[in-house]
């Protein structure tokens, strides 16, 4: 649970809204400029757009420039600027549109004389991110906890408000912590794993296979995403064991006493390690002075219902026992809502804090249209239309203000659901709240329109979602430009220019002391986790015994609109959430779906691709060079003859070799990739231990910078070279992270066949290996092999030592020619 404002916590010192007012004063008193991007970059075709924020209310911006990092050349310029006035900490504020620019690379936007974090354009940048947020996820696991490897809360639980079984002991171990803290909710849980199946089952091909369904790495072909959710699936089916038995929560606000590991929790409810499982009675309910304001159970019993039947569609070619499970629990689910309409909120307990859903319509509405999927069944479509006209926009859309979780789940994918089924008015019911919300947000720099209420990093996944939805169900890109803003400002274009979530980008500005006993007092890092957000400076304000535990590097960001802090002491902004988490799992696997590359088959090993597309019988002819050339007529001549372009990575000695000279600017015109190798062909990692460097991040970037700079006497253009092969072809998944960094992707050969050994010297005994081995090698492996040489890359030498006479690119012709028989073609990188 987040903690609402007027939240007890932990730490009492001087009132931080004294400090918030000295901070903002102080940073006014100069004036400052920064320019904000997406961090973690942008697809080539998409929206694109810098925001340069100020502190001086006389700055004046007309253009601005994108400029490439490796090399410092200046790649784009526009006069794409409109000015916004002030805006939160700011005087002035500018958005500039670099949309039209798509070359692939890594770039900073410079404008007014500031420069911006790096950022990369290119096909992969949100590759694995929907992935890497369930990291988070499996840290949440209640029960056996991966993360730990140890287990917590093995005792729950004792039943309360049952009229019968009061007290009496139920098993529901499992599910995940809210947040953290260590309650657990249905309201939150169920909705999770809707949107994670959700996101599987829209976009399945995006999600890997790491780890087993304990959450421990090793895979166990079931992608990591169905492990999670049907973690919660199986949490949801012993919270409701039987028809018209549901639970709705476990432990309450007494849980907050102090950061502790779940393993090493401590707080007693009476029951020694047990912990009160809350019946639900859709009445009101609070164990100690403080209730809720429940009115019935259809909130609960609907999310049941569209998780228990989205999961039975999902899970039905995998588990088929599991999934006709589920459809049974689902429609029961869904007869116990209709029979008790109205809304069954979280207990409070000390304090008068709870998750304060006051909508259940849309619950039911997206349980009809999943029960009308799984049964074909007209009525459910008619129970959806019923329920949906009932609340056609949620609320919070449009508003200022919003209670905690007061209209929940912050998105109505029921209206998603029901447009796929013509239901035509629900895309207008879409279009109207994306409308909503934009007009509050169209005159400032980042059009947000979202609400600084607790939370509303979960609200902007919700809107980013919705956005991303409507435009593929209508083909309507009115909204894309707030979509794209949206995007941005999780990664970090807004007012403090971070990322808002946690380790992503890894090389960026993202959240590093989040409010957790994991990372706060153990040192443990959770990557993936969404923080809450920014929120409003009067919240803020009003959080009693707050005060951050160091100085704030966002402190000339912070104003009396909005604030965030990332400081383990302002659980406000900076908690990780179970489910804002899984709400973006959707959004995150549709950007990597859309941007899926040619080389979305690819093989890969750390970080760099050693194969392509293993399903089509395409062969990359690859050669290398750095102090020997012999084979070059050779080969050039081979090529020629066989209509072939192939791909050649040299060096920077090689480039400014006299002697190379016509030989390099022959491949060029014959059509041939033309690469870098580094400049002076450094050994990057030791050959014994190769996670181990020996290089610096300066000294690889700067190689590399002098490898195209003699890459440019031949007009070779940086935007025209995405791809390094590392000399000796040796490297680790560091070199490829930072090759990744200004715009390289490391290609590397496909092992099996010797190709690459065609260097060895008959000194070398028995590494030696002779042109005939290694031909027949090639054709033995082609045969043998389920997918022959299908997206091999296949390397040689443009040239050897002397002292290797018996010279593989003699047997080229004869082989190209071979391959090409058993139905291969050539292709260029």
């Known amino acids: 649970m987040r903690y609402p404002p007027g939240s007890p916590m932990k730490t009492s010192v001087l009132s931080l809204f004294a400090s918030l007012l000295l901070v903002t004063s102080s940073a006014t008193t100069h004036c400052a400029s920064w320019v904000r991007v997406n961090q973690l970059g942008y697809l080539p075709a998409s929206t694109k757009v810098a925001v340069l924020v100020s502190t001086d209310s006389t700055l004046d911006c007309k253009s601005f420039e994108v400029v490439e990092t490796l090399t410092g050349a200046v790649m784009y310029r526009s ?26 690379g890594a770039y900073f936007v410079l404008a007014a004389g500031q420069r911006s974090p790096v950022f990369r354009i290119a096909a992969d940048v949100y590759d694995h991110t929907a992935d890497f947020l369930l990291k988070y996820m499996r840290q949440q696991r209640c029960g ?107 432990a309450d606000d007494r849980d907050h006493l102090g950061f502790r590991l779940p393993s090493l929790d401590t707080v007693n409810y009476g029951r020694g390690k047990e912990r009160p499982v809350y019946f639900c009675t859709g009445t009101p309910q609070g164990v100690f002075q403080y209730k809720n304001r429940a009115t019935g159970i259809a909130s609960t019993a609907g999310k049941y219902a569209s998780a228990f039947a989205l999961g039975s569609m999902v899970f039905a070619k995998t588990d088929t026992a599991l999934a006709a499970r589920l459809s049974v629990k689902a429609l ?37 249209t999943q029960l009308y999927r799984l049964t074909h069944e007209e009525r459910y479509l008619n129970d959806a239309q019923k329920y949906g006209v009932q609340e056609p926009v949620t609320p919070w859309m449009g508003a200022e203000r919003a209670r905690h979780y007061q209209w929940y789940p912050f998105l109505n994918l029921g209206h998603v659901y029901a447009a796929r089924a013509r239901q035509k ?65 999780l990664f970090g274009n807004n007012p403090w220019g971070t990322s808002m979530i946690i380790g992503l980008p890894k090389d960026g500005t993202a959240p590093r002391d989040p409010h957790s006993a994991f990372s706060h007092v153990y040192g443990r890092q959770i990557d993936g986790g969404l923080v809450d957000g920014p929120v409003y400076g009067d919240i803020f304000a009003s ?64 970080g760099g691709i050693i194969r392509c597309d293993t399903t089509k019988k395409e062969i990359y002819l690859v050669f290398t060079g750095h102090e020997f050339a012999d084979g070059a007529e050779v080969i050039r001549a081979t090529l020629k003859k066989h209509g072939i372009r192939a791909s050649f990575f040299f060096t920077g000695d090689f480039y400014r070799a006299p002697h190379f000279r016509k030989l390099i600017a022959g491949l060029k015109h014959d059509g041939h990739y033309l ?69 390289l992707q490391i290609v590397n050969f496909t092992p099996g066949t010797s ?51 018996d010279k593989f690119y003699r047997k080229l012709d004869p082989l190209i020619t071979s391959l090409k028989k058993r139905g291969y073609h050539f292709k260029r990188l």
């Not at 604030?563 to 383990?568: G, L, N, R, T």
């Open 675 to 743: 690469g870098p190798h580094s400049d002076k062909h450094l050994l990057y990692a030791f050959w014994e231990k190769r996670d181990s460097l020996l290089v610096s991040r300066g000294v690889f970037e700067g190689d590399l910078r002098d490898n195209f700079d003699a890459m440019a006497a031949f007009g070779i253009e940086r935007k025209n070279v995405p791809y390094l092969m590392p000399p000796f072809e040796w490297y680790n998944r560091q070199i490829s992270d930072w090759a990744r960094a200004i715009g």
């Open 79 to 104: 006069k794409s600027v409109r000015g916004c006035g002030p805006y939160a900490a700011f005087k002035s504020t500018f958005r500039l549109d670099l949309t039209p620019f798509k070359t692939p």
């Open 144 to 250: 056996y906890n991966p993360f730990l490897d140890d287990s917590c809360h093995t005792q729950d639980g004792y039943i309360i408000y049952h009229p019968t079984r009061d007290s009496s002991f139920i098993d529901v171990v499992g599910g995940w912590h809210d947040a953290s803290d260590y309650l657990q909710y249905v309201t939150t849980s169920a909705n999770a794993v809707f949107q994670m199946l959700f996101a599987y089952e829209s976009h399945p091909e995006v999600f890997s296979d790491a780890f087993a369904a304990n959450g421990r790495p090793g895979a166990n072909g079931v992608p990591d995403i169905l492990d999670e959710a049907r973690w919660g699936t199986q949490w949801l089916l012993k919270m409701n064991p039987a028809p018209e038995e549901m639970y709705n929560q476990i």
């Open 755 to 805: 190709s690459n050994a065609d260097y060895t010297t008959p000194d070398m005994g028995e590494h030696y290996v002779s042109s005939d081995t290694i031909y027949s090698r090639i054709l033995a492996f082609e045969h043998s092999k389920p997918n022959g040489l299908n997206g091999f890359l296949l390397l040689s030498h443009i040239g050897t030592d002397p002292h290797r006479t």
């Open 543 to 606: 959080l009693k015994g707050v005060a951050l535990s160091k100085p704030d590097p966002f402190a000339p960001f912070q104003s009396s609109l909005a604030v965030y802090h990332d400081d383990w002491a302002d659980y406000s902004t900076d908690e990780p959430t179970m489910d804002g988490t899984a709400s973006l799992t959707y959004y995150l696997s549709a950007m990597e779906a859309e941007g899926k590359s040619g080389f979305s088959r690819a093989v890969f090993n750390e």
């Open 425 to 489: 008015q629900f895309v207008e019911f879409l279009r109207d709240g994306l409308q909503r919300v934009f007009d509050r947000g169209k005159n400032n720099p980042f059009l947000f329109g979202v609400p600084f209420v607790w939370c509303s990093n979960n609200f902007v996944s919700a809107l980013v979602t919705q956005a991303c939805l409507y435009r593929e169900l209508t083909g309507d890109r009115t909204f894309e430009p707030m979509e794209a803003s949206l995007r941005d400002w």
């Open 332 to 368: 029961e689910a869904y007869a116990f809502g209709e029979k008790h309409p109205g809304v069954c909120q979280t207990a409070p307990c000390r304090a008068p804090y709870f998750y304060e859903e006051d909508n259940w319509v849309d619950d039911m509405e997206l349980a009809a």
